[in-house]
Each structure stands twice: as structure tokens, then as C-alpha cells.
């Protein structure tokens, strides 16, 4: 079968699928760990961007307005972002219905307990059932595309093939004379046919129509099939707004480099990485890379505008990360265990994960791409003068230290667009 139907079902079917059955457990303590996973900072400095997008669409025009979370995992993320808007940005909530978009039932069951629990409103749909009624609105798609199922391609030495999954027969051990149980038939990867002409429309794309003498026979890599109709059909979901998509990423010159002979596929469990996709199918996460290049070119094909994109550090920087963690240091520790039940632990493990969040061997890589769809013409410029061309770490320093202090809540309303992250508004070059 082609290793994108395998990948699919080891992830995505009902009973046997990691995220179909709701087997996998995200956070440090389940299977592997996301942003939102290692604390509120995260979630807080995104929820600048994204009520910067709903502000803007809110003063565009009247009626509701959606968050829509596609991909929500444990739900973490789309909790802490509601929770922030409800507390920050109370108009701007009162407009907003939560969507969540998830096609794994035994994810959605776990999130439906977990925002039950919270005692938040939201309702789960699909792009499809979405499209009837386009939203006004924002979708965030965060680490969802890395586990869309990717076809495997691989050089033959002078040409490109699929690299199938193949249920092959194991040998039998020579030179045995009693009656052996049959040998068990396991899992492998073989290299099928040429590739179609679409898969080969999009090499050529990127300038790689041949293997060329770098990408010997054995040499392979993945394509996305499925980022195209993932992208169409989020669009016809958002009749207005923005699609911000958070994942691993790279280049075409280093996702396709001649040095990476293995693609980018990786498999996790219980906080350990394998490079085997083959190995316990259903038990292990299997996520690949999004080339930068293909993704900007699906989008646009999908009619979505680009605004840019930046490494995850860049874009929580931007966001007011360093402030925050300055924050940190001036808690008063005594007062604000009293009142919040911060102790030292907390606040420095808080630190820890924000560090992480931005380390460029970390989390810090992961490439954050804006888009957005609406016929209201041209992105907004940056244009800002007076107060709110001030650096940003003179803004934030007046606007408060630590989350709970309530001089930046009450404040975050007026203040909204100074956040927003101009990194977007400008060339994705830049
Ligand atoms: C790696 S988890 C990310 C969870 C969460 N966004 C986070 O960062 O903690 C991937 C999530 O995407 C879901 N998912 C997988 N394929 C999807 C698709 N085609 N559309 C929407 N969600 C998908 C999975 O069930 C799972 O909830």
C-alpha cells in the first residue's frame, strides 16, 4: 500500500489509530510534549496574535466571530486561549464561539472531558459541515499538519520511485530439520512504481525533477498529498480571517538536502523517538516535517494570502515573551503565594518551559505561517507612530509583570494593537 494509506490508518483509524482511539497522551508526562503542554506562557502570548485578528475583524463588521481549533489534542491549548479572552478581552469573547475540529473520536471524547470539566462552551464540527456556514473568524492549526499522512518517495539512482509498505514473508531459518511455527510475516518498505504526474508536477516544482547523482539509489524523503485538499477545505470553512499554522518546518533546500538520505519521519512514544515508522503500527506517533515552499504554494492554490512566516523564538519575542519572563523575576514570592499558590517551583519551572519555548535547538524552530482569506482587500500595514512605535520591553514593562497581575488585564483591551506581530506584516523574506 502506499505509505500514505499506512500512515493513515496507523493514526487515524477508529479502534487501531494512535489518535483514533485516543491512545496517545499528549503532555511531559504522556507520550510527547507540545508548547501549550509546558505551561500558560505559551497560550498567553499567542492569544495576543489571535485577539489582534478578532479585534480587527470585530471592527470590520457586526456578528459572531469563532476561534476555531483544528487538531486540539488534549485540549490545553484551546481552554487556556478561551479562558485568556473570556478574562482579557471580554468583548471580544462575548462574540466568540470555540470550534473545535477534530477527526479522531477518541481525541474528541477526551477533549469534550476536558473543557466539560472547565465548565467551557464549545461544539465540534468539520471543515466540511463548516463550509454550509462559512465563519468570520480565526483558525489555529497547531502541530495538526505534521501528522497529515505523507507519501514516501525514494531514488532509484537515476529516477524517483514510492517507497510502498509491503507485508513481506520473513525466511525461514536454514538448516532447521524439526517442524518450525510459521515465521511470523512482518512489515516493510519496498520501492513500488514511478511516481504520478502530480507528485512529479510538485518535485519539479522545487527544482528537483531528477534525483541527480547527490540522492543516490536509497535515498528518500516524503511528499504531502493531502496539505492541498487540507488547505481547500479549512478555506471554505472562513467565509473571513486567518489561518495561523504552527509546526515543524523547513526549507526545500534543507528538507530535500542530498545529507538528509532519510526524509524527515519520525516516530514517538512514551517521551522516546524512533526513526522505524513500521515498528507497533497504531502504537507510536508518526509526524514529518512541512516543506515551507510546498506549504505557501497549497495555500495560495487554496486562495489563501500569505503574511509571513518566522521561527516560533522570533514570533514569541515579538509577542512579549522576554517581558513576561522578566515578570517572573520581580514576583514577589511571599505575596504571590498567598494569593495565587505560586512557590519558587512553579515560577521556575514556568521559566524553564518559556526558555524552551524560544531555544532555537527546541521549540524555538518551529515556523509559525500566517495566512489569510476575505475580500477586504490588502493586509493592513504596519503603520504605527507615537505610543505605539515604543519598543516593545518599555510597553510591557508598564503593562504589568506576572499573568495574574490585573493592571495588564484591564488594560489588554485598549492596548490590543500594539500586539500585533509585525513580523507577519511584512514579507516572508524579511
Ligand atoms: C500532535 S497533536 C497536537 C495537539 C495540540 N494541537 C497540541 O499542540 O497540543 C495532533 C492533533 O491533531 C489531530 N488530527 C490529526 N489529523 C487531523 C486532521 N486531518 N484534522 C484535524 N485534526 C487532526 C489529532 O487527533 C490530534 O488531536
Known sequence: MPFSSYMDWVLHDPVHGAYGSGLLRIGPRGDFATSPSLGPDFAA????????????LAAAGDGPLALVETGPGEAELALQLAQGLAQSWPQLAARTELVLVEPNPG??????????????????????????????????????????????????????????????????????????????????????APLEPEAMAGLAALGLEQPGPQRPAGWCTELHPGLRPWLSSCGSALIEGHLLVIDYGLEA???????????????????????????????????????LESLLEAAAAAGWQSLGHCRQG????????????????QVNLQASEQSTGHDLATLLARREAMLRLVDPHALGD?????????????????ATSGSENEPTSRRA????????????HQSAELELEKYMLPLFLRQPDD
Do not use: N
Open 45 to 56: 502570548l499567542l492569544l495576543r496574535q489571535i485577539a489582534a485578528w478578532l479585534s480587527e
Open 107 to 192: 481525541m474528541a471524547a477526551r477533549q469534550r472531558e476536558r473543557l466539560g470539566q472547565a465548565g467551557l462552551k464549545a461544539r465540534w464540527s468539520s471543515f466540511e459541515q463548516l463550509a454550509a456556514a462559512p465563519l468570520r473568524g480565526v483558525v489555529l492549526a497547531h502541530e495538526v499538519l505534521d501528522a497529515l499522512a505523507v507519501d514516501r518517495i525514494c531514488s532509484d539512482g537515476s529516477g524517483w520511485r514510492q517507497q510502498l509498505v509491503a507485508v513481506q514473508a520473513a525466511a525461514a531459518s536454514p538448516g532447521q530439520s524439526d517442524p518450525q511455527p510459521e515465521p511470523e510475516p512482518a512489515l516493510g518498505l519496498v520501492v513500488g
Open 253 to 291: 533546500w534543507r528538507y530535500y538536502s542530498p545529507a538528509r538520505s532519510g526524509g524527515t519521519l519520525m516516530a514517538y512514544r512514551q517521551q522516546q523517538a524512533c526513526s522505524d515508522p513500521l515498528r507497533e503500527p497504531g502504537q507510536w506517533d508518526l509526524t514529518a516535517h512541512l516543506c
Open 314 to 329: 522570533q514570533a514569541l519575542l515579538a509577542l512579549g515573551l522576554a517581558e513576561r519572563l522578566h515578570g517572573l523575576q
Open 366 to 382: 518551529f515556523r509559525w505561517l500566517a495566512f489569510r482569506r476575505g475580500d477586504r482587500g490588502e493586509a493592513p500595514s504596519q
Open 397 to 408: 514593562a508598564g503593562a504589568g509583570t506576572a499573568e495574574s497581575q490585573p493592571a495588564e
